[in-house]
């Protein structure tokens, strides 16, 4: 029987609770995204035709939101829209009274509906802080809704929706009237809040603006609020939302706009975000809230969104006086660095901003208004499309998509985008438009901000000028304390040596296959328990390399002012480039700042009392405390007293208790926080003190040791100055690297954020030192800690001097640390695959069972009550196989015949192989002549799109997506020159011996909604193939599952964070991402809750290695199991962990043909371990009774924790992994048939329309009109072309189909030869994405009076990993033009930011001026700009291309012959002139090369070369 | 814009390219050994077989090691050497480091770098040698590594940081007992040897022929520890000039490390010829020999080669020094009988490849069946062996294949069959000390102390025969429980004091 509304509901509220209290699911992880869009008369005046188009647009907008399976309950939609005051006024005369003059007020409020007595409650709270305020009521008025077209879900929750309309007796102003029902709604709040009454939530409460939303969906907004048809709601702007949520529970006060604001894409900083503003707080002081200041804290609510909490503080600085605009430009600064043309008095205004304030950093597209100013604005990665089209009726139109209203084209008088950091803005009042620069004149003009900047001191000058270093440990004291803090003889050679030598962190392979920090034996100092958060889905990482002018590491110290107030006072500050200092330096800023600093020290005796280190931090707590009220505005926090008689308090204990303790104090601000470590030593470290607080940080041991091997001459002639810059190159690399992650670009943001996860410590510790931070199943407490301090203590200055151990944390070493993958094992279970020995394999899996737990499921046994079964009533070891997948291994990182080798034998079986990303030989789409089938049935598409055509595409049973890898989530990869064989070159489409870059966002998933395009797309492209999604295990790895499910992914991939890789930085393999079982059982929980579990399947991998693991792993939820590097081994692997250096002796990771002579990995051996697995699974279940496996997916009441861990643990508690999530009527596993279908486009009506092509291949022209809805054009007809007549089996223009109107995103995508795309319109983003040989034409429609050049055309992220074919279109791109495009060819003019980033082949004319980070990672293709202002050198990242006049003919012909195609097919008149001006034209032209191509191009660029390479060649 | 080529020059990643990788270069460099002499040369005299290695190529044999995330090479080492990072060490240069690096797992890394079975134990695992790229030479570095510090004054003897009251009596200054010696000392134990032989060293001075060990370098050792304090008492045999029961009373703990002498009989007819030796008395008159020494039954010709026509029975590292040591005393011919096969021996084979080099000939799958002569040996009869399907434990048991008998004329045979324990309860006068079946002392596996208390016991008294490396395991290992139970008895006497 169905589940009712109802009972949906009132389970799902039980299962929420319980899980949120017991399990692993936290409401606070929940995502929301969308599409955003704003109508607004240019004009100000008010108009019907403003709120009609918004209602319009919203239709339009549908794709962007998800649906329930009831096709009515959607994610939430709203609306914004001037308050219709002759509407108000009309209703209030219909009720006997006669309004007075002037705006009334009406507040838009969610009442408690079934709780009469709440509802009661509420609406006296409201009246009461109303008449407080000495405002008059003219009443309540019943919203009129329709609630037969919601869903039933929607209306079991929705509340009772009434509006509270206000007289302006006291007759005060506008403004002053806003002020108060801005102070009146927060103390209704607050009040609602002390009652405990949840249902409770306002809208908006103004007298010029307000809100209707609600959980519909978009198109139904007018239907369900029929106020909204009446001609007299009218209005000069309207604000509007459709919001995608992660979960499937209906919640009305989430939906958007917001009081001010509607935000699409996701707050990355948000942790540090809502802990600064609380340190804020206590200065916050404003002439307009006077006294009031205190009823409107705290200014952002526990438990709001990211979006919400955005919204409120928006809400409080416009209150208090910014503008709009203003606000938006402190908020959400544009980056100066990536803006090398912005104006110097921009400049002034961000520099301010960024020194009052930590930015809130997107991703973030978003429209607010104040009343007066209606805006449009991006942050400054602008990873959220913004579109805009002004009219020649004065009608602004702001949106996701391009077409979401519908603009007859001679009415159109200008079409633009939002780059990236931009804003658009239109005051109502005064009836004026504003540009991006414009408005930023007018904000940059309200006061002296380049006065005011000057007042920064940057002390980075002086304090390297005086750094004089205090003279050195002696050898004693430093091996003593490096002893005292476990250092290695290995973290000296492999992590602290590369990074002094070379300026970067080491790089690793294979994943972590040590303890978790908590299991393990040996003292791990407390970073060891933090483990890195990451993005991934719902927002995007940031490429930090390439990408590195979007961020900053500026640090300022001192004293924070009054946000609220803009003054001179509050540039008072030191400002340094780096929150790392030299010992040098760190001492000569102790000095400058002389009176003004207190030095702390945080050692202690450890022989002291009873609790050393809780009164040894409850003192540095009072001394801090102490200082800062007696004036001091910078601490100093050491642990250099430590000798034989004082041990150290771990520094990241000490920084989280000075910085909390100082925030609850309300201190926080007064002061800047310096920590000086010597357990600091790698960037891991350092990344965890600034989150837990620190200002900035001193690594003094680390720097110790590097003088010491440098007196040792280990660092040959580099000086100790080189050295220690290196070193401080390496860490800021790493920070920005680990920020990067989060999508959080500036540290101040970062900083005190606490962006991770603690795995291990104790749930007390941790509530008291780092709140807020998730640490699921507790673990070592403060007096574990203690005893492990002083233990190491102890040792450290024992009598006898021990030398310093050799290590074992990165690889093997006797009396280090266990590892999972052990030699004498790994001998044995190859000797078990060689000799199809089910007893030897036993030998091995019961090795593995004897080590050390080293993994949360060795802490988990199997308990049954049930008698064994026989093995013959078991489910068979085939269908037990089919359930096994070796996962996504590229092939790139494993040599061919190793690839190969996994897909035969994964074939064989009826199981399934990854692909990995970088293409696949089509070769080995047939089948072999021995039968056996080489090609892998599950193709990957990761972020670089490597080799992603149409036909690989086709040639699938899957479709795997990666969001992130195991070992190193939310970063990108590289696969080195040297690695780029022949082979590996051509499936990926590029050259040779040239590098290849993988970003670390997919460039067309930066949200969830994105991701569900791409999913769509992927499966048009493949109209078989289910989908899947590879995500890696982190705290909020459920809802983010969640989310991906309502985007209709069929599989979801849950890695754990000890995931193989082929390289990665030593940091990410060891820190970052959680393990799998914490993962899985998450996602399990949450998708249940949501009632989604039944209709996608769950995968799991990460260090899988016997039949005991696949069965837990089972039980924690999942039914299928990925086995990696264990099938490796089966294959001769050894674990050399020297993937990343093409070393690889047995010829499995390595592309050196000598090498790969040594393989001797056969199918055989790789069938017998999958045989070896099931079997020993199959036992497993038989002994618990159980005669299959989908009797025990989910089933954790067949788990118990079996061990507590180590005695010196507070706890270890592993119950949150197995609690179960109520599945309602649905089964809690996956029951899907096929895939789940997503909704027709376009192409359905076109593949009945072109039989005779596909059935006759005859030659065919088709017609349609286009709308933004449409998706995906041309994909599924590219599908049945490749599969009947192959990617190239048709000529060009073989099927041409004209297209008019904007067309939905994704145009194009994966079209292949024969196939062209003629637009006359416009198109939204991901235009020819995957493009596989197709040609793509975009023009304006004929009235069009538009020239083209001037105006945008196309969206972001436009040939994304293109492989071939064609792009014409006349007029501007958006961002990301190009971006990792290997082949096709494009001409367009103008583009966006980080245009043709990360290409590697093809070619790209623009025609017009392009954005910032132009060629940002290109290595290969090229590319040419028309630029006769000649600003190109600086929108050029120099990094990896050079860039010239052209100086030679053939590419000279290359660019003419390209323009001339685009004039024949777009007819642009601009480029019709540029052509016929050639001879003038010509020198305005850059070429632009990569670095790596100079020596392997056939044509020369430049005249020298010619001459050079002859010289050469001779 | 000419400078596109210049630039890269310029560019820092391309430099950072160029720079020489240290470690890995197996890909580029091909394994080497020390030059080894030649054999002609070889054979003429008592001299190691294999020159140091010049510094250029210890580095660069050092630098082909790959680094491996789990280094095969210390899994199967007895010591748990941390192989790869003295290799990394010295193929940067940085001797000193790797010398002590070497040194902390290894009481004596000189003399393992020359005489371990290398090729069963790091090398024969090396990843490099798995995977058929040829094994990094560790044994060779390793000597270096240590040979260097000789040089360099870097080998120290034990210098405790204070003196501790407590005494430990080691019997036996074999490599066993030497090494719980030298790591008792670091502790500042008062240590005393007792060793029934007049020279310190065991098995590495006498039982070694000089070829593969130089006697100066186990000289130089012994010599080292007696500067650190060590104490020898030489030709003290326990049960003639002291029982077990008064080295109990003056000691606070003692460990035997004696060794297994016994040879192992071989019962055929004609076993009680004249001619026919035991390979250790052998061995002992021909080390002495070389040490300068008269000894009468080689000056008699008893054990004297030169001239005769040997065989040597057996197919371990004792046979092939025994044969080797024949041909260089100027045996006319040397045959080494062996009843399994090349892949089935016991000893080294790099040691079996330079025994043929050098001219012995090795019979295969042949055991006597009787010794021929009157009353000297003057032939041997021997019959062929067939290798049976392998056992639960992996061995070919060897078959006699009937009728296949030969002779070989002979006039000097030496048995090295191998060696068991000798009856040390007995031989001590304590018969309360427990042995195993095999006869050895029995020990329990956590604390390495015998039934008795107080009483320890490593090396080959504990396993039988073993290599040299074992002994030095157990030696160290040994010593870590005799400090535990003294530290213990020190904790308890404290206590009783207070």
Known sequence: ?1514 | MGAALCWRRRHPRFESLSMAQKMQQYVDVERGMPEKRAAPERRQDFNEVYRRFEDRQAVEQSSRCEQCGIPFCQVHCPLQNNIPDWLQLAAEGRLEEAYQTSQATNTFPEICGRICPHDRLCEGSCVLEQSRHDTVTIGAVESYITDTAWDKGWVQPPRPARERDASVGIIGGGPAGLAAADQLRRQGYQVDVYDRHDRMGGLLIYGIPNFKLDKALVERRTKLLADGGVRYHLEFEIGRDATLGDLRNKHDAVLIASGVYKARGIAIPGVGLGGINQAMAYLIASNRKGLGERVAAFDDGTLNAAGKNVVVIGGGDTAMDCARTALRQGAKSVKCLYRRDRANMPGSKTEVANAEEEGIEFVWLSAPAAFLGEETVSAIRVQRIHLGVADASGRQMPQVIGDSGFTIETDMVIKALGFEAEDVPRLFGEAGLGKTSWGTIAIDAASKMTNLDGVFAAGDIIRGASLVVMAIRDGRQAAQGIDRYLGAKAGQSLAMAS
């Open chain 1, 1 to 1514: 029987m169905p589940e009712t509304g109802e009972t949906f509901v009132r389970n799902w509220r039980a299962n929420a609770r319980r899980l949120a209290q017991k399990g692993l699911y936290d409401p606070a992880h929940e995502h929301q995204s969308c599409g955003v869009g704003l109508v607004a008369a240019i004009d100000g005046r008010a108009r019907r035709e403003v709120v009609d188009a918004g209602i319009k647009a919203l239709q339009r907008l549908w794709h962007r939101g998800a649906v329930d399976a009831d096709g009515k309950t959607g994610d939430g939609a709203g609306i914004h829209v001037q308050v219709p005051q002759d509407f108000f006024k009309a209703h209030i005369r219909r009720t006997g009274h006669e309004p007075s003059r002037g705006s009334l007020a009406v507040g838009m409020v969610f009442l408690p509906k079934t709780d009469l007595g709440a509802q009661e409650k509420c609406r006296s709270i409201v009246e009461t802080e109303i008449l407080r305020f000495g405002y008059t009521i003219y009443g309540w008025r019943q919203v009129p809704v329709n609630v037969e077209i919601i869903g039933e879900k929607a209306n079991v929750t929705r509340p009772e929706i009434e509006q509270i309309m206000i007289a302006n007796n006291l007759g005060v102003g506008g403004d002053q009237f806003q002020t108060h029902l801005y102070i009146i709604r927060r103390r209704i709040e607050q009040q609602v809040l002390a009652k405990n009454i949840s249902e409770f939530y306002i809208c908006s409460l103004s007298c010029r603006t307000i809100v209707y939303k609600g959980m519909f969906l978009a198109e139904q907004l007018s239907a369900f609020y029929p106020d909204l048809l009446d001609e007299r709601f009218v209005s000069n702007f309207a604000l509007y939302h459709q919001r995608y949520s992660t979960n499937t529970f209906p919640t009305w006060r989430l939906a958007q706009p917001f009081r001010m604001l509607a935000h699409n894409g996701e707050i990355n900083t948000l942790a540090g975000n809502v802990n600064w503003t609380a340190s804020h707080e206590p200065r916050m002081a404003s002439e307009v809230l006077g006294e009031y200041i205190d009823d409107v804290r705290p200014i952002i609510q526990p438990g709001s969104s990211d979006s919400e909490a955005l919204d409120a503080m928006f809400e409080l600085l416009v209150r208090c006086g910014r503008p709009a605009p203003a606000a938006e430009a402190l908020l959400i600064p544009e980056s100066i660095n990536q803006n090398t043309t912005m104006p110097e008095a921009h400049k002034a205004l961000f520099t301010y901003c960024t020194n009052v304030m930590e930015p809130w950093d997107g991703p973030a597209a978003i429209c607010a208004t104040d009343g007066r100013w209606a805006i449009a604005g991006l942050d400054r990665n602008g990873l959220r499309p913004l579109r805009y089209t002004i009219t020649n009726n004065d009608l602004l139109i702001v949106g996701s998509e391009t077409g979401m209203v519908e603009v007859p084209e001679a009415e159109v008088v200008e079409k633009g985008r939002v780059g990236p950091g931009g804003m658009i803005a239109i005051d109502l009042l005064e009836g004026r438009f504003y540009h991006d620069k414009e408005i930023k004149d007018l904000i940059a003009g309200r006061q002296p901000y380049g006065e005011w900047v000057k007042n920064i001191t940057r002390p980075d000058s002086f304090i390297k000028n005086k750094a004089k270093s205090s003279p050195p440990l002696t050898a004693e004291q430093l091996r003593r304390r490096q002893t005292a803090f476990g250092l290695t003889m290995e973290d000296l050679e492999l992590i602290l040596h590369p990074m002094v030598e070379m300026g970067v962190e080491t790089t690793g392979s294979m994943g972590d296959d040590t303890p978790l920090a908590v299991l393990s034996d040996n003292y791990r100092g407390l970073h060891h328990f933090f483990r890195q958060a990451f993005s991934q889905v719902t927002n995007p990482p940031i490429d930090s390399l390439r990408e590195r002018r979007v961020m900053t590491l500026r640090t300022r110290l001192g004293n924070l002012g009054n946000i609220l107030v803009e003054e001179a006072s509050q540039c008072n500050l030191l400002l340094l480039e780096s929150p790392v200092l030299s010992n040098a330096e760190f001492e000569a800023m102790r000095n400058h700042m002389g009176e003004t600093a207190c030095e702390i020290d945080c050692t202690f005796d450890p022989s002291s009392d009873s609790q050393p280190l809780r009164s040894a931090l409850d003192r540095i707590c009072r001394e801090a405390e102490d200082a800062v009220r007696g004036g001091v505005t910078h601490l100093f926090l050491t642990d250099m007293a430590m000798c034989k008689e004082r041990a150290t308090i771990p520094m990241i204990l000490a920084t989280g208790a000075v910085h909390g303790h100082l925030v609850r104090q309300s201190l926080r601000t007064f002061t800047s926080l310096n920590i000086r470590s010597a357990e600091c030593f790698d960037v891991h470290y350092f990344a965890v003190l600034i989150g837990a607080g620190a200002t900035t940080v001193n690594a003094n041991l680390a720097e110790e040791s590097i003088a010491d091997r440098h007196r040792r001459g280990l660092f040959g002639k580099m000086t100790l100055k080189d050295c220690l810059d290196n070193y401080k190159t390496a860490i800021d690399k790493g920070l920005l690297k680990i920020m990067s992650k989060m999508g959080i670009g500036v540290i101040s943001s970062y900083r005190g954020g606490c962006n991770f996860e603690a795995v291990g410590l104790s749930r007390a510790l941790v509530a008291e030192f780092f709140p807020g931070m998730a640490t699921r199943i507790s673990g070592i407490g403060l007096s574990g800690m203690e005893s492990k301090v002083i233990e190491m203590h102890a040792k450290a200055y024992a009598e006898e001097a021990t030398p310093l151990p050799v290590g074992g944390f990165y690889r093997f070493r006797s009396g280090g640390e266990a590892h999972g993958h052990q030699g004498r094992l790994i001998h044995i279970l190859q000797n078990a695959v060689n000799t199809e020995s089910y007893t030897i394999y036993k030998r091995y899996s019961e090795g593995i069972s004897d080590l050390p737990p080293i993994y949360l499921r060795d802490l988990l046994d199997f308990k049954s009550a049930n008698p064994p079964v026989s093995a013959d009533e078991m489910e068979s070891i085939t269908a037990i196989r089919k359930r096994l997948v070796s996962p996504a291994i590229s092939l790139g990182a494993l040599s061919p015949e190793a690839h190969e080798t996994l897909s035969i034998a994964m074939n064989r079986i009826g199981a399934k192989s990854a692909s990995g990303e970088g293409g696949e030989d089509p070769a080995r789409y047939k089948r072999r002549a021995n039968g056996d089938n080489a090609s892998s049935a599950i193709k990957q598409v990761a972020s670089g799109r490597f080799g992603v055509t149409a036909e690989y595409l086709n040639n699938c049973h899957e479709i795997e997506i990666k969001m992130a890898q195991g070992a190193k989530p939310g970063e990108g990869g590289q696969l080195p020159g040297r690695k780029v064989t022949e082979l590996i070159a051509a499936l990926r489409m590029s050259t040779p011996g040239v590098t290849l870059i993988s970003p670390p966002p997919h460039h067309d998933i930066y949200s969830i909604e994105d991701l569900a395009q791409l999913i769509y797309d992927l499966k048009q492209i493949n109209p078989d193939a289910s989908v899947c999604v590879k995500l890696v295990a982190r705290a909020g790895v459920g809802t983010i599952a969640a989310g991906v499910a309502k985007a209709k992914a069929d599989v979801i991939l849950i890695s754990g964070h000890d995931g193989g890789t082929g390289a990665s930085p030593q940091s990410s393999i060891k820190y970052a991402g959680l393990p799998w079982e914490m993962g899985l059982s998450e996602v399990h929980q949450v998708l249940t809750l949501n009632r989604l579990r039944h209709n996608v399947k769950l995968r799991v991998d990460g260090g899988l290695k016997t039949g005991r693991d696949i069965v837990i792993a089972a039980m924690l939820g999942a039914e299928e199991f990925g086995i990696g590097t264990t099938s490796l081994i089966a294959m001769g692997c050894i674990m050399v962990r020297q993937c990343h250096s093409n070393t690889c002796p047995v010829g499995i990771c390595t592309q050196n043909p000598d090498l790969r002579e040594k393989f001797t990995g056969t199918p055989e051996k790789v069938v017998n371990l999958f045989t070896f697995l099931a079997e020993e699974a199959s036992e497993i279940l038989a002994s618990l009774g159980v005669t299959s496996f989908d009797e025990i997916i989910g089933r954790t009441d067949l788990l118990m924790q079996v061990s507590r861990g180590a005695a010196h643990l507070d706890d270890l508690d592993l119950n949150p992994l197995l609690v179960k999530s109520d599945p309602g009527p649905f089964p809690a596993r996956c029951t899907l048939e096929g895939r789940n279908e997503v909704p027709d486009t376009l192409d359905a009506r076109m593949i009945d329309d072109a039989k005779h092509l596909l059935d006759a291949g005859e030659k065919m022209q088709l017609t349609y009109s286009v709308r933004n809805t449409h998706r995906a054009v041309g994909a599924r007809v590219s599908s049945l072309i490749t599969r009947r007549y192959g990617m190239k089996g048709l000529d060009p223009d073989h099927f041409t189909i004209r297209l008019r109107g904007s067309a939905g995103q994704s145009l194009g995508a994966f079209a292949v030869q024969g196939m062209t795309l003629e637009v006359h319109g416009d198109a939204n983003d991901y235009v020819g994405k995957g493009l596989s040989g197709g040609i793509i034409v975009l023009r304006p429609p004929l009235p069009s009076a538009l020239e083209s050049y001037k105006n945008v055309i196309i969206g972001n992220t436009v040939l994304y990993g293109a492989t071939a074919g064609k792009l014409f279109a006349a007029g501007q791109a958006g961002d990301r033009f190009c971006v990792r495009n290997s082949g096709a060819q494009a001409v367009v003019e103008g583009c966006g930011s980080n245009g043709c980033e990360y290409m590697t082949n093809g070619v790209a004319v623009i025609l017009g001026p392009v954005g910032a980070n132009f060629a940002a990672g290109m290595t290969g293709g090229m590319a040419f700009v028309h630029d006769p202002e000649n600003v190109f050198p600086l929108k050029v990242n120099p990094d990896s291309v050079i860039h010239l006049r052209i100086e030679t003919q053939y590419w000279e012909d290359v660019v003419k012959v390209l323009i001339g195609q685009h004039v024949r097919r777009t007819h642009s008149r601009f480029a019709y002139r540029l052509l016929n001006d050639w001879e003038l034209e010509r020198d305005s032209f850059w070429q632009v090369v990569p670095m790596e191509m100079l020596d392997k191009l056939e044509h020369p660029v430049t005249r020298e070369d010619k001459e050079n390479w002859r010289a050469a060649g001779e």
